[in-house]
Structures are given as structure tokens and as C-alpha cells.
């Protein structure tokens, strides 16, 4: 238990410990849902990894063609069939890329993370240490985030 540098108060809790409970299981989220309870979402090392690409992405570059097939022929059908699997190779590994950048970067980011505290009282963030600077939880996330290399990476990122 640590006090709140801000309020001296002791509802305090590690980040690290936050992150954890609130982590929400792949099986229990709804599809495209959250991994993590809100808290715990704004106070995670890193951004939950890009899913791989499915069946969405080969249905909307599927669909325009049929129309094409039905006017031309089945000949021409070979076009889009390998146009839907350039999509899906390029669509996997830029995800790939990413969440191997991801995983290098949380490791770089870790122990900065694991020795930070949060006050439930204040809603600030801060680290163990000489002088413990209090900040927000985006600008703790903010800092994590470009430690490990990826905050610029999510910016770019469509959510």
C-alpha cells in the first residue's frame, strides 16, 4: 500500500494490480468489445493487438465481383480470387508487424509500468521514487506508450 502523494490518502492501488483484475477474458467480451474494464483500459501497459483479418475483409472485396461475374464470365473470376487473397496476405502481415512492435515495446515499457500507483480519490497516477510526480492517466498512458514505441503507432491506427 502506498499513500497518494496529492491527498495522502490510502486509496491506492499498483497499476499493475488495477491492469490485472480488469482485464476482461477473450471468452467472456462480445465481439469487438473491450479487453480491458475501463480503468483498467486507461492504465495498460499496451493497446490490445489488432485482431487478424476474417471473414469480413474477404466478403467486402468479394461482393462487388460477383456482379462482374454474372456479366462477363467465369474466366474473369480468377482476378478477384487473387486480388481477395492479396488483401488478406497484406491485411496479415501489417498485423503481424504490429503486434510484434507491440510486444517489443511493453517490454521496453515494463518496468517504467509495474512501479506506478493510482488514486482512486485523486484519479492520478504516479511512481514510487525521490520525487513522485502525479500525473493523469492519459498522461501516464501517453508516456508508457511512447517508451515502448507505440503511441504513434496507434495514432495512425483507425479505432
Do not use: K
Not at 55 to 72: D, H, R, S
Amino acid at each position: 500500500m502506498s499513500l497518494c502523494p496529492r491527498c495522502g490518502g490510502d486509496w491506492t492501488h499498483s497499476v499493475l494490480r488495477i491492469v490485472d483484475e480488469g482485464r476482461i477474458p477473450r471468452e467472456q467480451r462480445r465481439e469487438g468489445g473491450p479487453a480491458y474494464a475501463p480503468l483498467a483500459g486507461r492504465l495498460a501497459l499496451a493497446p490490445e493487438p489488432p485482431g487478424a483479418p476474417g471473414v469480413g475483409i474477404v466478403a467486402a472485396a468479394t461482393l462487388p465481383w460477383f456482379a462482374v461475374f454474372a456479366l462477363i464470365g467465369p474466366l474473369i473470376w480468377l482476378v478477384p480470387a487473387g486480388v481477395d487473397v492479396l488483401v488478406l496476405v497484406l491485411a496479415g502481415l501489417r498485423t503481424r508487424r504490429t503486434r510484434r512492435q507491440i510486444h517489443a515495446g511493453a517490454a521496453l515499457a515494463y518496468p517504467l509500468w509495474r512501479d506506478a500507483w493510482y488514486c482512486y480519490r485523486c484519479d492520478v497516477v504516479w511512481r514510487r521514487g525521490n520525487r513522485a510526480e502525479v500525473m493523469s492517466p492519459a498522461r501516464f498512458q501517453g508516456e508508457i506508450w511512447a517508451r515502448g514505441g507505440y503511441l504513434d503507432l496507434m495514432r495512425r491506427t483507425p479505432r
